[in-house]
């Protein structure tokens, strides 16, 4: 047997004989008391509702300012336009994709890009530019003292840039880049998003591409860029949104340098706006593809064909847009190799029934894409070329049994992690950012998560079957990519996707 010695602790006690340097004892003071010579700290505190709602006002040309208090001593700032691919009808394809890699260049007060980087550094601020289908995002995360300079910095960049022919010249070349990079990249998601649109909106709106089509690179000057902005560019069609900074703080520095603004392009008396409403129409886009050599370390990625199939969903102004987003939960998935627990989404369908039936299968993941007059919920797969006709009947049928009714935990299961999910992405102060931006520019005001918190937990089961089968009347949109000779026609797919089971129609053939 041990016996331990435990040697007496020399801090024991310590608070009886503890002096100072100069023999002095320190005075008794209970560590509720305030410290003599400290200045009294100030906590963060909140006093009833008004501290987590959005404030919005909207200035006399049009211009939204939408803020939300949060506290720290950063904030982030910038100005959303209702302007985006889906806009360019009337123009070159690709103005969208220009303006994003052009943004925060040269301006009328700043002479390059490295002199705006340096005035944002200064107040540890970075920028930043995103376009997407349907609006394109300016942003700026600096200290809340540098406020007037980033709202002075943001209306410069916005409304008056020089778009010189030497930056006009690198965007080019930019542009030309991510375009081979897009074709060249091991991770095919963002091609499959693109053909998905093409597919699900032919040559309209949302169907139209978001990369710069490789024959309107050389197209695309300054002339078609202020033609466009001087159409798209307007105060109405703006929202300056802030998060981290007081209203009217934010308020003033609109009115000084947004009220009257005078953008580079002139204004122009009538706006020639596209207001055309997505018009769904469903189809295939197919790319063949020789997908063998795309690994790019020393261990091969196995040769793949990439499938996706697609439905038409509901715009996000739609009530039905919370069901489907549940349901988009509920399928969840991902890849093979996704290591992680239930947390991860193990117990979605897509890896109950698909994934961890099929060991071929490489993927299976569920998107819903929703815009304000449509949406599209779609499943991505992949696997081995020879196993494509396998793998659209697997996908086919998982579409199929949406319809039927969900479980009580799997439903419960699913509207728990969207809230988690939604909670969890908004404590992000940029997040926050966008979230009040966007819904500020498409509604005019902004639901509170704890409203969509609500939402969430009134979805029923039959709800999920009642959007379910409107989706399932929609004709399919497909996007393939790869190695294509095992992928049942388009009428097979949309057969499938009609009959009871989700199963194709079967093939007999002579000769293998």
Not at 49 to 57: F, H, P, R, S
Not at 161 to 170: H, S
Not at 471 to 488: I, N, Q, Y
Request: charged fraction near 20%; glycine fraction near 8%; proline fraction near 5%.
């Amino acid at each position: 047997s041990f016996i331990f010695y435990i040697p007496p602790n020399p801090w024991f006690g310590i608070a009886a004989y503890r002096k100072y340097s100069n023999g002095g004892r320190y005075p008794n003071i209970s560590l509720s008391a305030p410290l003599p010579g400290i200045p009294k700290p100030v906590f963060a505190s909140v006093h009833g509702q008004e501290k987590y709602e959005t404030k919005i006002t909207i200035l006399e040309n049009g211009l939204k300012v939408a803020s939300q208090n949060k506290f720290g001593q950063f904030c982030t700032v910038g100005i959303l336009v209702n302007s985006g691919s889906r806009h360019e009808a009337k123009y070159p394809s690709g103005i969208a994709h220009f303006i994003e890699k052009l943004a925060f260049s040269s301006t009328a007060q700043y002479g390059s890009k490295d002199e705006i980087l340096l005035t944002l550094e200064k107040h540890g601020g970075i920028c930043d530019c995103q376009t997407s289908r349907d609006t394109t995002m300016y942003a700026v995360s600096a200290e809340v003292k540098g406020l007037d300079t980033v709202v002075s910095l943001l209306s410069d960049a916005v409304l008056q840039p020089r778009l010189l022919d030497d930056e006009i010249e690198m965007t080019r070349m930019a542009v030309r880049f991510e375009l081979e990079d897009l074709n060249m990249r091991p991770d095919p998601e963002p091609l499959l998003t693109e053909m998905i649109h093409a597919a699900a909106y032919r040559g309209n709106t949302v169907g139209l591409p978001r990369f710069c089509p490789v024959d309107n690179v050389d197209k695309i000057d300054k002339k078609v860029l202020h033609s466009y902005l001087r159409n798209y560019y307007c105060p109405k069609r703006m929202v300056l949104a802030g998060v981290g900074i007081e209203h009217e703080q934010l308020v003033e520095c609109a009115r000084k340098y947004l009220l009257d603004a005078k953008p580079v392009w002139g204004t122009s008396a009538v706006a020639n706006v596209d207001l055309s409403v997505a018009q769904y129409t469903g189809g295939i886009v197919k790319m063949e593809k020789d997908m063998s050599d795309v690994s790019l370390g020393p261990t091969p990625i196995p040769e793949l064909t990439h499938i996706m199939i697609g439905l038409e969903s509901c715009s996000f102004l739609e009530e039905d847009f919370i069901p489907f987003a549940v349901l988009n939960m509920m399928m969840g998935g991902g890849g093979s190799f996704s290591a992680g627990g239930p947390g991860k989404g193990m117990f979605t369908r897509l890896y109950l029934n698909v994934l961890n039936r099929h060991h071929w299968m490489y993927n299976a993941t569920s998107y819903h894409h929703s815009y304000e007059d449509s949406g599209l919920l779609c499943i991505h797969a992949s696997a081995d070329p020879r196993q494509v006709r396998e793998m659209v009947e697997i996908i086919t049928r998982e579409f199929i049994q949406m319809a039927s009714n969900a479980g009580e935990m799997e439903l419960e299961r699913a509207k728990t992690q969207l809230k988690s999910m939604l909670m969890m992405n908004l404590e992000s102060r940029p997040v926050i950012f966008e979230d009040v931006g966007r819904q500020v520019l498409s509604t005019g005001k902004r639901k509170l998560p704890h409203e969509l918190c609500d939402l969430i937990s009134n979805v029923t089961a039959s709800d999920i079957k009642r959007v379910t089968t409107k989706m399932l009347r929609s004709k399919p949109a497909v996007a393939a990519l790869g190695d294509l000779t095992e992928l049942p026609s388009y009428e097979h797919i949309q057969a499938a996707l009609s009959s009871k089971d989700g199963r194709l129609p079967r093939m007999y053939r002579l000769f293998r």
